[in-house]
């Protein structure tokens, strides 16, 4: 591992830096000054940076992969000075069903069932808390078990149960994996009830959870927020109200109601530089613009397969378990600009913070005395974000110089001594700012990431810069910034072309095989003791009422694994039908779709079922029927199916069965 603590960029003559003076018979650069001053108090509390892991199944592909590579990667997310340094860890609630790319088990699958070491949620909090024991964690539903519902697809008919398996889950993860949650959620981009919420509340403090704040309502900034208006017990409950995709902006109800305000999900955009740029742009404005003092990114790191909805919308990218292969991508550093100059406690400077060329800057402090300066200025093009639309905007080089007030610059200090009285004038109280800058190449692509550039000399409370377009600066006292890095890892390498699974594992340290990613359904390891043969160690599907789902999954349980490329491939598996008469199973290739378009899945599709009957389909739903009839297949038996996908001369797809 090797740490850049300094490295050596453009040397900085008086009080500005970046890329100089206008050359000759060039225009003047646009100058505009800015005052940062605590006299008058200080703005609203930073609560945080976060990401997302959950929504679904988008760390799926992490827990399998190799170390040291996998400690290196959980070192990027979560290790103080090193990479992003995130603040706050939001993980999905597993409830069984289809939450974008992926089902996330639940730790009741029904009414009597409880395990608290489903899924690999658990395993991601404590290795965030391992490096950072002052993250901040959120739970979150996107869908619950059907038992909830009693048959209906709504989680607040009965929402004495929904509240008690919520604080199931908080109750197991202090008492099986020692983890308090600091937050919870109702249900992520839904409706809200109101009377759950409340319930909640009550059954969380009877509970002696009284520290756990709640989040609502994880969609819009409405109705929540008028709701709460005209509701005082409900606002007396909910802690922060939680917006998704804001574009910025915040609605005046929700100001007026004193809340803390959060964009608890946002960015969700491919992270190449543009999504660098995106989560730059957001990770400031959604203050300057929208009061939000905690953005949370979707999602955490692309960890699962690129061809599955939102590919490789995360802070970085680790796909490739299989391999070792990952990619510290540039909103990781982009991240850094923040978080590692910052803490959830400091508080923003009540400034406007818009810049007068185009762009924006927050200042915060610790209110001991030091001071965090992140300034951007991304362009329209390079800045977008999946959502929502982005209204045009022009950004141009400038000349920023700031003002030092307040608490920043101290008063006259009068020294006396016997038969004299010296004024020794002001003391200005910061004099030195460490300089860490980036700037997105959009032209050579040869962008330039979280380097730190010569200390800045702060004269008689001020200093300027000259900013040009693309850039990230964070002006900062505090020296403990750090770009650290590991060696590169292996190189990428598609999915293997001969893979194979017996599921001989006794104790599994996850309740998944490896690389297998569910779609609908829940597979886990199982242990058929009772099985004389060879097949006491399986996979099983576990789930076998329809969940309160998110999106509308499929009819039929699915889970996929492979390169998506691959064109001519044999499929062997050994199955069993435990549900007689209807039950059924199938294998399938060449399939085209998952995550919320799991429905809609093409391919081929080998289908047997308990009533000795079989079928051959072009899709997931079954009615595009290319082959059927008798197989002898019955239930309670195992049987071994093999599917063999061939393109012949003409470009003709063939079967074998």
């Not at 603590?5 to 650069?29: E, F, Q, R």
């Not at 959980?74 to 974008?100: M, R």
């Not at 101290?410 to 004024?423: I, M, R, W």
């Amino acid at each position: 591992m090797g740490c850049a603590a300094l490295l050596w960029g453009t040397i900085l003559l008086a009080c500005s830096c970046g890329p100089g003076p206008p050359s000759a018979g060039a225009a003047p650069l646009l100058a505009a000054t800015y005052v940062l001053d605590d006299a008058d108090g200080l703005g609203r509390e930073f609560d945080g940076i976060g990401a997302v892991s959950g929504g679904g199944a988008t760390s799926r592909l992490l827990v399998n992969y190799p170390e040291p590579y996998r400690s290196q990667i959980l070192d990027y997310l979560f290790k103080p000075n090193f990479g992003a340094s995130l603040h706050i860890l939001k993980v999905e609630i597993g409830g069984d069903a289809q939450s974008t790319d992926g089902t996330e088990p639940s730790h009741m699958h029904y009414e009597n069932d409880e395990n608290y070491f489903r899924g690999y949620e658990w395993w991601l909090m404590k290795e965030a808390k391992k490096r950072n024991p002052n993250i901040k964690l959120i739970g979150l539903p996107w869908a619950f078990p059907g038992w909830i519902g009693k048959g209906e697809n709504w989680p607040y008919d009965y929402p004495d149960i929904t509240a008690y398996y919520i604080i199931s889950w908080i109750l197991g993860a202090k008492q099986y994996h020692d983890l308090d949650i600091d937050y919870v959620g109702i249900w992520n981009e839904r409706a809200f009830s109101s009377k759950y919420i409340k319930l909640l509340r009550y059954t969380l403090d009877k509970q002696g959870l009284e520290q756990v704040r709640i989040i609502a309502s994880d969609r819009l900034w409405e109705p929540i927020s008028f709701v709460m208006m005209i509701d005082s017990e409900l606002h007396g409950v909910v802690d922060v109200i939680g917006a998704h995709y804001p574009g910025t902006k915040t609605v005046q109800n929700a100001i007026l109601t004193g809340k803390k305000l959060w964009s608890s999900e946002d960015y969700s955009t491919f992270n190449n530089d543009v999504g660098a740029g995106c989560w730059a742009r957001i990770l400031n404005q959604n203050y300057v613009n929208g009061n939000m003092t905690s953005t949370i990114a979707w999602n955490l790191v692309a960890s699962y397969y690129e061809e599955l909805p939102f590919g490789r919308c995360g802070l970085m990218t680790a796909q490739e378990p299989w391999s070792g292969h990952y990619k510290v991508e540039s909103p990781i550093w982009i991240t850094a600009h923040t978080t590692q100059f910052t803490q959830p406690g400091w508080s923003y400077l009540q400034v406007d913070g818009h810049l007068e060329g185009g762009g924006s800057f927050v200042a915060l402090t610790d209110g001991l005395g030091n001071l965090t300066i992140i300034i951007e200025t991304m362009s329209h093009n390079h800045s977008k974000c999946i959502r929502p639309p982005l209204p045009n905007f022009s950004v141009m080089p400038q000349r920023a110089t700031f003002y030092l007030r307040g608490s920043f610059v101290s008063k006259k200090l009068t020294v006396s001594s016997v038969g004299a009285c010296f004024t020794l004038g002001k003391v200005y109280m910061v004099e030195t700012l460490q300089v860490w800058h980036s700037r997105l190449d959009f032209e050579s692509g040869n962008s330039s990431l979280f380097q730190q550039l010569h200390p800045l000399q702060v004269w008689e409370g001020r200093f300027s810069l000259d900013l040009n377009v693309d850039e990230v600066y964070t002006l900062t006292t505090l020296k403990t910034g750090r770009k650290c890095g590991y060696p590169e890892p292996p190189p990428p390498q598609p999915f293997p072309s001969n893979y194979n699974d017996d599921f001989n594992i006794r104790n599994p340290p996850f309740s998944e095989a490896p690389n297998f990613a569910d779609q609908t359904g829940v597979f886990e390891y199982f242990v058929n003791a009772s099985d004389p043969g060879d097949h006491v160690f399986t996979l099983r599907q576990v789930v076998v009422q329809r969940p309160i789902t998110w999106v509308s999954d499929a009819d039929q349980t699915i889970s996929v694994i492979g390169n998506f490329k691959w064109v001519n491939m044999t499929v062997t598996c050994d199955i069993y039908i435990e549900k007689p008469r209807d039950g059924g199973v199938f294998i399938a290739g060449r399939v085209d779709n998952g995550g919320i378009y799991v429905r809609h899945s093409k391919g081929v599709f080998f289908w047997v079922f308990a009533d000795g009957t079989y079928r051959v389909t072009g899709d997931l739903a079954g009615k595009e029927i290319l082959m059927k009839g008798l197989a002898g297949v019955r239930d309670n038996a195992w049987h071994t199916l093999t599917l063999n996908i061939q393109v012949r001369q003409g470009k003709k797809l063939e079967s074998q069965l």
